[in-house]
Each structure stands twice: as structure tokens, then as C-alpha cells.
């Protein structure tokens, strides 16, 4: 099968690291914290304008890209996969403003935690449904609910990677909460 893999928030714990970033970088803004803890995301939990924001991911997303932390048993299951026979796209939008050379810090970053995998594609855009079909995935794994609502709508079959900012916006999409699970529901995909 060609399974199809978001990197943030799928390979990567990206949360936590850009909920500490915003944390900080709050201390130097208005250091009101978080006044939201309800939000959908994390750029919706702090008081900052969405100008704040994207400078805020513009002159900072690179360097913090470089430090994410693999998401728990990502690894392991990812080998698994390859082993079972599956192709592993990691397919992402990363791009400018947020990074200045987003192919060489991402494939940097997976060299340096020996993520294997088939291929890296850079998505042009969020919606990743032009890749997922030129790539012809079977299943596309996503943490985001807008863009596994698109895929699925063009057919392509997604699973949601439950996090933290999405569980109260599932809308009934398919989802797992960790690799094992995932690694259960492909191995029985019909």
C-alpha cells in the first residue's frame, strides 16, 4: 500500500514545541499567557494578532523545525510498515514564509532521527489531494480535520491523527490517538 504521512503533528510531537515556543515568546509581547485554553489551536490560545502570528512563525518555524522531538513509537512502526511491504510518502506543506529551505531542514532533521522512508514531497499548498493522487496514496494520514474532510471528499481514504486542538473537532472522521493504533488499522485495511 502507499500510506501517505503528514510530518507535523504525525512524525513530529510538533505541539508541544510551539506551545512552549508561543509560551515564550509571549514573555516578550504582552506576557498576558494563555486566554484561551479551549482553542482549536494553539495560535488561537494566546492574544496575539494574526500579524503577531505569521511573523511570529515567519522568523522562527525554521529553526524550530529543527528541533521537534519524533512523536512516541513513530519510528518503530514507520520501520514496521516498510518491512510489512508499504511505500511511505511524507507528504507536507512546508514552505516560505515559515522556511527559507524547507527540503533540506526537513530532510535533515529526518537523517538526523533515521526516519526511513520511500519519498519526501513538499505539498504546494495544505490541501494535499493533488499529491496524494499523483502519488497514487491509499491512505493519507493528517492531523488537520479541514484537510482530511478535502481528501476524503476527493476520494482519497484519511485517517485523522487525534491531537490535543483537534478531538472537539473530529466530525466523525476516521481517527487513531498513536502509532500502534495506526499500525493496527492499516494492517487491516481491506
Not at 482549536?40 to 511570529?56: G, L, N
Not at 522568523?59 to 523545525?65: I, R, S, T, V
Not at 511511505?88 to 532521527?113: G, M, Q
Not at 484537510?147 to 486542538?165: A, H, P, R
Request: one cysteine or more; aromatic letters at 10%; a positive charge.
Amino acid at each position: 500500500m502507499n500510506i501517505g504521512l503528514d510530518i507535523d503533528n504525525v512524525i513530529t510531537a510538533f505541539d508541544s514545541t510551539i506551545l512552549q515556543a508561543f509560551l515564550q515568546e509571549d514573555k516578550n509581547k504582552r506576557s498576558n499567557g494563555i486566554v484561551n485554553k479551549k482553542a482549536d489551536h494553539i495560535v488561537r490560545m494566546f492574544d496575539w494578532s494574526q500579524e503577531e502570528v505569521d511573523k511570529f512563525f515567519a522568523d522562527n518555524m525554521e529553526n524550530l523545525a529543527k528541533i521537534l522531538r519524533v512523536r512516541k513509537n513513530c519510528k518503530k512502526y514507520m520501520d514496521k510498515l516498510l518491512e510489512d511491504g508499504h511505500k511511505l510518502y511524507l507528504i507536507s506543506h512546508r514552505a516560505y514564509p515559515h522556511y527559507i529551505n524547507p527540503e533540506k531542514t526537513t530532510v535533515d532533521w529526518l537523517a538526523r532521527h533515521k526516519i526511513n522512508y520511500t519519498k519526501l514531497v513538499l505539498s504546494e499548498s495544505p490541501d494535499k489531494t493533488k499529491e496524494c493522487k499523483n502519488y497514487k496514496i491509499d491512505i493519507m494520514v493528517d492531523d488537520r480535520v479541514d484537510q482530511c474532510k478535502k481528501m476524503i471528499k476527493s476520494g482519497i481514504n484519511c485517517i485523522l491523527m487525534k491531537t490535543n486542538y483537534n478531538k472537539s473537532r473530529m466530525e466523525g472522521l476516521p481517527f487513531v490517538t498513536s502509532w500502534e493504533d495506526l499500525y493496527r488499522r492499516i494492517s487491516t485495511w481491506q
